[in-house]
């Protein structure tokens, strides 16, 4: 069986000092989570990663971004050996303030993830649609699209040990959580796409997870089913008191 995950997303918030509090407050309640069934991982800010990775036991560190270039001529990016050299493994890619705001496309985020396979580091890959494609009924056809454009040149093997964040754009922040009957239908929907693509073993090692307005009093719902293999989670992953919450309850 799979371990759920939990990882939360810290966005543009969080300074140093703020990132070292909340990683002692995890240690302070004594969160052992190799113990547990439980994968958990944080997405800091560039500047907080190394703390999060020091201070923060076996948590898994992922950046929120990474350039798909090595080095160069790209101001204001982050490559992935920089990110590789403090130790860091793993980056989400494509999260949907990434497309709204940076114009990122299923194109870009190819290219990051071909980029991080060569590199052999993990990726959450988000997908999800808007509210207007939503309304006008489109989400598969929207998933399916990011999924095998985002996907395409990838080997297998490194598809199989994908984690894909289902995460529609009109319940991210927005405390307008998609109802677990949706959440379940669309990452099982995932899996469905890439195993026609690449086949049931391919597709039986994806995780899955849902992102939207995640919090304590409804996280257990997504993830007591089936085909929702943990969470990505904003808002609230950035109090420690809601995130050691969030663990207890999917113990629970
Ligand atoms: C996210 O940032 O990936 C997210 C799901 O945010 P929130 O939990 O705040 O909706």
């Known amino acids: 069986m799979k371990r759920k995950i939990l990882v939360g997303n810290w966005k543009m918030n969080k300074t140093m000092k703020e990132a070292i509090e909340f990683a002692n407050a995890l240690k302070d309640k004594s969160i052992e989570v190799e113990k547990e069934n439980i994968i958990l991982g944080i997405a800091p800010s560039y500047l907080c990663l190394p703390i999060v990775q020091k201070l923060g036991g076996s948590l898994i560190t992922y950046a929120q971004n990474v350039h798909y270039e090595e080095s160069g001529a790209f ?15 793993a980056s989400l890619i494509g999260h949907s303030e990434r497309r709204t705001y940076f114009k990122e496309t299923n194109e870009t985020c190819n290219l990051k993830l071909k980029a991080l396979e060569k590199h052999d580091m993990n990726a959450i890959y988000c997908v999800g649609e808007t509210l207007k494609e939503y309304e006008e009924d489109k989400t598969k056809s929207v998933i399916k699209k990011q999924v095998l454009k985002g996907l395409e040149g990838l080997s297998e093997e490194y598809i199989s040990e994908l984690t894909i964040a289902y995460e529609p754009v009109w319940s991210i922040g927005t405390g307008k959580n998609a109802s677990k009957e949706i959440a379940s239908d669309i990452c099982k929907y995932i899996v469905d796409v890439i195993a026609d693509k690449y086949g049931d073993e391919v597709a039986s090692g994806v995780y899955v997870l849902y992102g939207g307005s995640v919090k304590p009093n409804n996280i257990k719902e997504y993830l007591d089913d089936e085909h929702i293999d943990g969470a990505l989670v904003g808002g609230a992953s950035l109090k420690p008191e809601s995130f050691i919450e969030m663990i207890e309850n999917i113990r629970g």
């Open 75 to 89: 101001t204001g990016e982050v490559s992935i050996p920089m990110l590789e050299e403090i130790g860091v493994s």
